[in-house]
């Protein structure tokens, strides 16, 4: 007898019978089902460091990311999501957490002691497998920062599997330094932009920092990196009312040149976006969703179908990044694991 397909009905076939129930709470049966549905992952909700709005905002009815309300989030930021996993930062006691919001996990570690003190930085989570439905797989945390002294950007990874942070890899990029915007993942490397529209690469294969050349048009430091249509690096800026989709494509000859795409703004969101300047402010590299605000909304728009959704209806929304979370996720499986608690990929410090 097979078992119903829909996520949302696992919760009410575990209860049909003790055979039923012991297969859908099996690891490997789990791991199967996400397997056999996988495609785009959801937006569930994103996260904000801005006061204005809640910590981690829920724009789905059948997830609230309760992870995010049992701890104490007061001292807390987010600096990437990705993976069923967000990266936060605690001031406080001056520590890295790795957050996984269904299960509940959590992974706390120090930052490396290489950082320099006049420094600005950036991280990224994800998991080693590459996917969000293994809860117990290991995890990896990037961090790159810059030294606002002699320019020096440098990177290092801290594997959950061995506890401690890889050796430091270093670049001198003259008058430049990584600022805290969101990060892209394409392939086996990360993407972080720097404070003159520059993108710096971190290939996790070579454990190497690369220099990509300046995005070639000014938008006023309005731009995001994102995942191309292609499967290749591109990134995302506004000009006026129109949104430019860049994408960096190789040539024969050795060269990257530019592609762009463009989209009336004005012709999707409505009148109003003329009359103040857009602003990208997200982007969810698994589901290819874009964030923008205009004014005191905000809209989260699926590039592939240009469908367009307003998450926001008793917020007001007044600026600042927003890190989308996306995740495969049903009721009946987050109140397995809730109640069986897998067990963490690493024990947290005492804080």
């Known amino acids: 007898m097979r078992l119903p397909p829909e996520p949302i009905n696992l919760f009410c076939a575990s209860h049909v019978c003790k055979h039923w129930r012991s297969l859908i709470h099996d690891a490997r049966f789990l791991f199967r089902f996400h397997e056999f549905h996988r495609g785009t992952p959801p937006v569930l909700g994103f996260f904000s460091n801005q006061p204005s709005l809640p910590f981690f905002f829920s724009i789905t009815n059948t997830f609230a990311g309760s992870a995010v309300g049992k701890i104490d989030h007061d001292y807390l930021s987010v600096l990437d999501c990705r993976h069923g996993r967000a990266l936060l930062e605690c001031k406080c006691c001056n520590e890295l957490l790795v957050l996984d919001l269904v299960t509940g996990d959590t992974i706390w570690l120090p930052y490396p002691t290489q950082l320099p003190k006049q420094a600005t930085y950036n991280g990224a989570v994800l998991c080693v497998a590459g996917h969000d439905n293994c809860h117990s797989c290991p995890v990896l945390v990037v961090l790159v920062f810059s030294n606002k002294v002699d320019f020096i950007t440098a990177g290092c990874v801290y594997s959950s599997e061995t506890g401690v942070w890889g050796e430091v890899t270093s670049i001198h990029i003259p008058d430049s330094f990584v600022v805290p915007l969101p990060t892209v993942l394409v392939g086996n490397t990360l993407y972080w932009?720097?404070?003159?529209?520059?993108?710096?690469?971190?290939?996790?294969?070579?454990?190497?920092?690369?220099?990509?050349?300046?995005?070639?048009?000014?938008?006023?430091?309005?731009?995001?990196?994102?995942?191309?249509?292609d499967g290749v690096v591109g990134f995302a800026g506004v000009d006026d009312s129109s949104l430019h989709l860049w994408s960096r494509v190789g040539s024969i000859d050795g060269g990257v040149p530019w592609t762009r795409r463009i989209i009336d703004l004005e012709e999707l969101l409505g009148p109003e976006t003329s009359l103040c300047h857009p602003l990208l402010v997200g982007y969810a590299e698994d589901a290819d969703v874009i964030f923008i605000g205009v004014y005191t909304s905000l809209y989260m728009i699926h590039l592939k179908?240009?469908?367009?959704?307003?998450?926001?209806?008793?917020?007001?929304?007044i600026g600042g990044p927003i890190f989308p979370y996306t995740r495969f996720y049903s009721p009946g499986i987050a109140i397995f694991l809730e109640r069986r608690r897998l067990p963490a990929v690493a024990e947290p410090a005492q804080v």
């Open 193 to 229: 932009l720097l404070d003159n529209d520059r993108i710096i690469q971190f290939d996790l294969d070579k454990h190497r920092l690369d220099l990509i050349e300046e995005v070639p048009h000014s938008y006023w430091k309005q731009v995001i990196i994102m995942r191309a249509e």
């Open 305 to 317: 179908s240009m469908m367009k959704r307003e998450p926001l209806q008793n917020e007001v929304y």
